[in-house]
C-alpha cells in the first residue's frame, strides 16, 4: 500500500492517508486501502485502539473529484463507484475497538464524514470541518446523514449539509464534534496518548458497549435492557473481569483507567486569533465531495 500507512505503536494502531500533494483525497486507491488496513486491524488482537490522521497539511480534502465518473452512464457509475467502494466506512464504525480521528487541517466532504465515523475526534487548532458536496450540486454521502445528527443533532446537521458552512476547531468542540481542540504540533502524539489509556481496558466489554452504542439509536428501552443484559452475561465470564473482581475484592488497584491517564491533554489549543477565524483553506481543484 502506497496511499495508507500503518505503524503498530505498542497496541495502538497509527493509520496515516499518503496522499499528501492531494490533500489526502479519496480516490479508488485509497479506499481499496482503507479495506485493507481496516481488515489487518480487525484480525489484530495486538492492536487494542486506533489513530487515524492525514499526512500533510490535511486530514482529507474528500472525493479526488479527478476520479469520479462524468458523461454518459454517469450516474449508473457514480452508484455504483459509492455502493461498491464504501466498505471500509461500514468497517470503520464497525471496529471493535475504540477509533481516535486526529484531525490537521481540512475535514471536508467525505473527510469529513470520514471524521465522523471515528469514536472519538481530536482537533488541531487548524482544522477545518465541511459538508461541502452542495459546492458541486451533490448529495452528502459517505454516511454522513446518518453520522452527523447522531452529533450535533438534525438541525444543526441541516445546516452543516446545505449551507457548506466551514466549521473551525473551536466551534467543532462546542458542537460536540471535536473532543479536544490541541496544538497543530501535538496533535498525533495527543491522539496516541489517548487512544493508549484504552489499551488496559478490557477489549471485550469496550466492543460489546460500542456494538449497543450503534444499535441503542434505533431501538426502543426494552431491547436495549435486554442487549445490556446479553452483553454483560459475557462480560462476566472473561477472564479480565475475573482478575478485576479478584483485585476489588484484595482492594487492589485496577490496571484500567492507567495511572495519570484522564482522556485530556495536559495543554489544549488557546483560542484562534478572531482575525484568523474562519478563514478557508486551500483546497486545490474544489475537491470535497
Not at 481499496?32 to 492525514?54: C, E, M, Q, W
Not at 487541517?105 to 470541518?129: H, K, T
Not at 482575525?275 to 470535497?288: E, L, M
Request: aromatic content about 6%; charged content about 20%.
Amino acid at each position: 500500500m502506497t496511499t495508507v500507512t500503518f505503524k503498530s505503536l505498542e497496541g495502538v494502531g497509527l493509520v496515516t492517508l499518503n496522499r499528501p500533494e492531494q490533500l489526502n483525497a479519496l480516490d479508488l486507491e485509497v479506499r481499496h486501502d482503507l479495506d485493507a488496513v481496516l481488515a489487518r486491524v480487525r484480525d489484530d488482537a495486538s492492536i487494542r485502539a486506533l489513530v487515524l490522521t492525514g499526512a500533510g497539511r490535511a486530514f482529507c480534502a474528500g472525493g479526488d473529484v479527478r476520479s469520479m465518473p462524468s458523461g454518459a452512464g454517469a450516474a449508473e457509475a457514480g452508484r455504483r463507484r459509492l455502493a461498491d467502494h464504501t466498505q471500509w466506512l461500514e468497517a470503520l464504525v464497525q471496529l471493535d475497538r475504540p477509533v481516535i480521528a486526529a484531525v490537521n487541517g481540512a475535514a471536508y466532504g467525505a473527510g469529513f464524514s470520514l471524521a465522523l465515523a471515528a469514536d472519538f475526534v481530536i482537533a488541531a487548532d487548524d482544522a477545518r470541518f465541511c459538508a461541502s458536496f452542495s459546492r458541486l450540486g451533490l448529495v452528502p454521502d459517505c454516511g454522513v446523514h446518518w453520522l452527523l445528527p447522531r452529533v450535533v443533532g438534525l438541525q444543526r446537521a441541516r445546516e452543516m449539509l446545505f449551507t457548506t458552512r466551514e466549521i473551525g476547531a473551536l466551534e467543532a468542540r462546542e458542537l460536540g464534534i471535536a473532543l479536544q481542540v490541541v496544538s497543530a504540533a501535538t496533535l498525533v502524539e495527543a491522539a496516541i496518548a489517548f487512544a493508549r489509556g484504552f489499551c488496559s481496558a478490557s477489549s471485550m466489554a469496550m466492543a460489546l458497549s460500542k456494538e449497543i452504542l450503534r444499535s441503542a439509536w434505533t431501538a426502543d428501552l426494552h431491547s436495549v435492557l435486554g442487549m445490556e443484559a446479553s452483553a454483560q452475561g459475557i462480560a462476566f465470564s472473561t477472564d479480565y473481569h475475573q482478575a478485576a473482581a479478584a483485585r476489588f475484592r484484595a482492594r487492589e488497584p485496577q490496571p484500567f483507567p492507567p495511572d495519570g491517564w484522564s482522556g485530556r491533554p495536559v495543554v489544549e489549543a488557546k483560542p484562534a486569533d478572531p482575525s484568523t477565524a474562519g478563514a478557508a483553506p486551500v483546497v486545490p481543484d474544489r475537491r470535497g465531495q
